[in-house]
């Protein structure tokens, strides 16, 4: 496991590491490795201290007796902050802190497993700030972003992908899947592409007008 970062350019994806459940030591260490800047949230921050990971930032409300300056003598220099607004979750508030600092995007991890609305809340958080910066969310058996208007990418055939609206998207158009749509309508909860793939090795087009859709590269 990489105790530090090589990388210090704010260009680069900073990464979150949130308090779902946990990630491959492999994964984890590829993100470490190249991430300028490290944000734990409290509730993780036990957990992420047994790994002996390297911590930038420590974010949250501090609720339930959390003693930020304990981890601070554990992990000098260490920025403590705290963020007490019970309107958004310590996610958001991560969130925040990073469009604040000007960094253009980030990698999340552990914000998936564990408690299924928490699992949603931080997927379709994607969504939210998706004007401000982008996200990545990862465990170790899929890949979440958002979907450009018009997404090209190379993949291997086979390769599971599904893709997700969030609300209604209108005009969804695909080429080399095995399940194309034709100016089609997706809407959560009636109608989405889950477990499709591309035909095969190649480029793989989505197009859509409206609306905002959720890629999952997913790994079985």
């Known amino acids: 496991m990489s105790s530090h970062h090589i990388v210090r350019d704010d260009q680069e994806p900073a990464l979150i590491i949130a308090n779902g459940a946990e990630c491959s030591t492999e994964l984890m260490g590829q993100l470490l490795e190249w991430s300028p800047l490290v944000i734990v949230l409290d509730s993780a ?5 047994e790994l002996g990971i390297k911590v930038d930032v420590l974010l949250g409300d501090f609720d339930r ?4 300056e304990y981890y601070r003598q554990k992990q ?3 920025e403590i902050v705290h963020t007490p607004d019970q309107d958004k979750t310590d996610l958001e508030k991560a969130f925040d802190y990073l469009i604040g600092r000007g960094f253009p995007a980030v990698n999340v991890i552990w ?3 564990r408690r299924a609305d928490h699992t ?3 997927i379709t958080n994607i969504v939210r ?7 990545v969310i990862l465990d170790d058996h899929s890949k979440v972003f958002l979907l450009p208007q018009k997404f ?9 992908l599904s893709i997700i609206p969030v609300g209604k998207v209108s005009g969804v158009t695909t080429n080399n899947l095995k ?10 909860g009636y109608r989405t592409s889950s477990s499709n793939e591309p035909l095969k090795d190649g480029i793989v087009t989505i197009e859509h007008k409206e609306g905002d859709l959720l890629m999952m590269e997913c790994f079985d």
């Not at 399940?179 to 959560?188: A, G, K, S």
């Open 111 to 113: 914000a998936t497993g």
């Open 65 to 68: 007796g959390f003693d930020p």
């Open 179 to 188: 399940y194309e749509m034709t100016d089609y309508e997706l809407n959560i």
């Open 129 to 135: 700030f998706r004007d401000k910066l982008k996200i």
């Open 152 to 160: 090209e990418k190379w993949y291997p055939a086979g390769t599971p």
């Open 120 to 122: 949603i809340s931080n």
């Open 76 to 78: 000098f220099p260490l």
């Open 45 to 49: 921050m036990p957990r992420v201290m």
